[in-house]
């Protein structure tokens, strides 16, 4: 068993956390399977980084992150049923 296949249950449980709390709305891994994107809404980038802290990849250093933030200035009306919650 490789380092993200045994910490996996503990990341689906963080991020069912913040699924929750209606910061995360999407997530998946890349394919080729090298990493996973989650769109995450938040305020600003201060917001997000103790959410990442949170994230057992991160607190067993087997994940490197980059966070993108960007302006959804067009989106469907189904996105912004989810962005403007």
Known sequence: MNEVERHLNDHRQFLDKY????NFFCSGPQNPRTGGIILCKAKNREE????IQEDPFFIN???SYEVIEFNPIKC???FKKVIEK
Do not use: E, L, T
């Not at 997000?48 to 959410?51: E, L, N, V």
């Open 61 to 63: 250093d087997i994940a």
């Open 76 to 78: 469907s009306d189904d």
């Open 48 to 51: 997000i980084d103790p959410i």
């Open 19 to 22: 699924y929750a709390s209606g």
